[in-house]
Nanobody, 124 residues
Framework: QVQLAESGGGLVQAGGSLRLSCVASGRTLSSYLMAWFRQAPGKEREFVAATGRTADSTYYADSVKGRFTISRDGAKNTVYLQMDSLKPEGTAVYYC?????????????????WGQGTQVTVST
């Protein structure tokens, strides 16, 4: 069993930056595919970014490519999402997720564990 806890959300102006953290407990994350999703009001939860077992195994939604960076710290059992050049359409609840199989999927149904989410609000 894996427990995930996100933090780092908040209110930021358009063009600003935030770094989200996802701390895991219960299991080491090294064997999991880790991802970030987001859900805006009235919309479905969507894939943002994922990272596999190695540092060069990263994947991004086209909408965030070049602005967001996903990374993991094995020693801290933590996954991060650095978000730069934020846009108002980035306003959403951001969720951390873990998948026990490291093959990449971008659908919510492919993930086994979820955090409670952290709110990100980008103002104009």
């Amino acid at each position: 069993q894996v427990q995930l806890a996100e933090s780092g959300g908040g209110l930021v102006q358009a063009g600003g930056s935030l770094r989200l953290s996802c701390v895991a407990s219960g299991r080491t994350l090294s064997s999991y595919l880790m991802a970030w999703f987001r859900q805006a009001p009235g919309k479905e939860r969507e894939f943002v970014a994922a990272t596999g077992r190695t540092a060069d195994s990263t994947y991004y939604a086209d909408s965030v490519k070049g602005r967001f960076t996903i990374s993991r710290d094995g020693a801290k059992n933590t996954v991060y999402l650095q978000m730069d050049s934020l846009k108002p359409e980035g306003t959403a609840v951001y969720y951390c997720a873990a998948r026990s199989r490291v093959s990449l999927v971008r659908s919510t149904s492919g993930f086994d564990y979820w955090g409670q989410g952290t709110q990100v609000t980008v103002s104009t």
